[in-house]
T-cell receptor, first 112, second 111 residues
Framework: KAGVTQTPRYLIKTRGQQVTLSCSPISGHRSVSWYQQTPGQGLQFLFEYFSETQRNKGNFPGRFSGRQFSNSRSEMNVSTLELGDSALYLC???????????FGDGTRLSIL | DAKTTQPPSMDCAEGRAANLPCNHSTISGNEYVYWYRQIHSQGPQYIIHGLKNNETNEMASLIITEDRKSSTLILPHATLRDTAVYYCIVIVTGTASKLTFGTGTRLQVTL
């Protein structure tokens, strides 16, 4: 069974731009969560979607948004990029909210 | 969620068992113990989880003490590919999709 697929793997943007990251969950998984990982802050929860509905949201500004489609694929968008947004963005999927999450290898976003 | 404490680093010889400890002395009755690992340049990988009974799967075994205040992840025959940062986390039922990792244990497997 294919794992969680995130695209692109690497991305370079400049301050003020916006970016959209994509995540395809494991087939049959309906819960998708997004995380930001940095050396200083570790793994931080962004938001979680289940059946196209946002169930939980972490403590991030409104510049960070996401959505989930009917096929469970998900996207996250970051607008007005700041230098501090440089990080590894990870997507994880699970069968349901009580099941273990399985992560993709992330999108490494660098802001210049 | 309960806080966990892990040693910052450990070494293990290839082919030997790697025993990674975790303390979670404030764990509540409805909190599960989960283990993930992260190999350099990859996303975290789910290993195993348990509530109070010992668990085993194709990757590892999880031993939880009777009072549930600590646990040990056992990799029975460590290989170089097991070199990674291992995270022990405690999760309340219903929040498995909203994870927070601590600093974990950096396991170095050597020849």
């Amino acid at each position: 069974k294919a794992g969680v697929t995130q695209t692109p793997r690497y991305l370079i943007k400049t301050r003020g731009q916006q970016v959209t990251l994509s995540c395809s969950p494991i087939s049959g998984h309906r819960s998708v969560s997004w995380y930001q990982q940095t050396p200083g802050q570790g793994l931080q929860f962004l938001f979680e979607y289940f059946s196209e509905t946002q169930r939980n949201k972490g403590n991030f500004p409104g510049r960070f948004s996401g959505r989930q489609f009917s096929n469970s694929r998900s996207e996250m968008n970051v607008s007005t990029l700041e230098l501090g947004d440089s990080a590894l963005y990870l997507c994880a999927s699970s069968l349901s909210v009580n099941q273990p999450q399985h992560f993709g290898d992330g999108t490494r976003l660098s802001i210049l | 969620d309960a806080k966990t404490t892990q040693p910052p680093s450990m070494d293990c010889a290839e082919g030997r068992a790697a025993n990674l400890p975790c303390n979670h002395s404030t764990i509540s009755g409805n909190e599960y113990v989960y283990w993930y690992r992260q190999i350099h340049s990859q996303g975290p990988q789910y290993i195993i989880h348990g509530l109070k009974n010992n668990e085993t799967n194709e990757m590892a075994s999880l031993i939880i003490t009777e009072d549930r205040k600590s646990s040990t992840l056992i990799l029975p025959h460590a290989t170089l590919r097991d070199t990674a940062v291992y995270y022990c986390i405690v999760i309340v039922t219903g929040t498995a999709s909203k994870l927070t990792f601590g600093t974990g244990t950096r396991l170095q497997v050597t020849l």
